[in-house]
């Protein structure tokens, strides 16, 4: 059975940073994009970050890019968000998601996480 499991949210004030990690089990993803997506408070969920299994060329989305780091430790079948300056607007549960082998992150995810908590105080 195939697990994300998301861990490092909570409350954290604007300006500082926040490190999210992702631990998947059950199979790995060394070759699989991983991501992640974020949903605010009465908002669709979107779209934040995706890394290749490869950890070459991020993509980030315009919210969160320069801000924001993705990055993988495929020998811990882990991704990472590192969140820097972060803003009230951050706001939101944050949900870790895995591709399938050889996919792209635009392509249906395969995998989610059950999602943290990510609150941005002013």
């Known amino acids: 059975q195939v697990q994300l499991v998301e861990s490092g949210g909570g409350l954290v004030q604007a300006g500082d940073s926040l490190r999210l990690s992702c631990a998947a089990s059950g199979r790995t993803f060394s070759i699989a994009p991983m991501g992640w997506f974020r949903q605010a408070p009465g908002k669709e969920r979107e779209f934040l970050a995706a890394?290749?299994?490869?950890?070459?060329?991020?993509y980030y989305a315009d919210s969160v890019k320069g801000r924001f780091t993705i990055s993988r430790d495929n020998a811990k079948n882990t991704v990472y968000l590192q969140m820097n300056s972060p803003t009230p607007e951050d706001t939101g549960v944050y949900y870790c998601?895995?591709?399938?082998?050889?996919?792209?992150?635009?392509?249906?995810?395969?995998?989610w996480g059950q999602g943290t908590q990510v609150t941005v105080s002013s």
């Open positions: 998601a895995a591709w399938g082998d050889g996919s792209s992150w635009w392509e249906e995810v395969h995998y």
């Open positions: 890394i290749r299994g490869s950890g070459r060329n991020p």
